[in-house]
C-alpha cells in the first residue's frame, strides 16, 4: 500500500522560499516517476514537476529555474524547493507517485501555499 504523507507549505511574501515535504510508505526508489501538481482556486491541476525514478527530472514553464524537485531515499521523501515566490504560486500543492507507467497515481493530501505581494 502506498501512502504518501505531506509537509511544509504555509504563507509567505513574495521573493520568499519554502520547502514542500512528501514522505512515503515505500522507497523513492521504488517508484517509476514522482512528482508534484498544484491547484489555484477554480483552476485545473497541473503538473510543475517530475522526477523519473532514472532522476531525470523535468519542469513546467511557471516554475522552471526557481522549484527544484529531489528525492531522499534514505528518508524516503520528495521534495519540492520553491524559492523567489510570486503571488501567482499561490495554490494546494500535491505530490504525486507512479509505481510503473501503467499503475494508477498515489497522491498527498494537500498543503496550501499563500504567496502574498
Known amino acids: 500500500q502506498v501512502q504518501l504523507v505531506q509537509s511544509g507549505g504555509g504563507s509567505v511574501q513574495a521573493g520568499g522560499s519554502l520547502r514542500l515535504s512528501c514522505a512515503s510508505s515505500?522507497?523513492?526508489?521504488?517508484?517509476?516517476?514522482m512528482g508534484w501538481f498544484r491547484q489555484a482556486p477554480e483552476k485545473e491541476r497541473e503538473g510543475i514537476a517530475t522526477?523519473?525514478?532514472?532522476?531525470?527530472?523535468k519542469y513546467a514553464d511557471s516554475v522552471q529555474g526557481r522549484f527544484t524537485i529531489s528525492r531522499d531515499g534514505a528518508k524516503n521523501t520528495l521534495y519540492l524547493q520553491m524559492n523567489s515566490l510570486k503571488p501567482e504560486d499561490t495554490a494546494v500543492y500535491y505530490c504525486?507517485?507512479?509505481?510503473?507507467?501503467?499503475?494508477?497515481?498515489?497522491w498527498g493530501q494537500g498543503t496550501q501555499v499563500t504567496v502574498s505581494s
Open positions: 504525486a507517485a507512479k509505481l510503473s507507467r501503467y499503475s494508477d497515481i498515489y
Open positions: 515505500r522507497s523513492t526508489n521504488s517508484y517509476n516517476c
Open positions: 522526477i523519473r525514478s532514472d532522476g531525470v527530472t
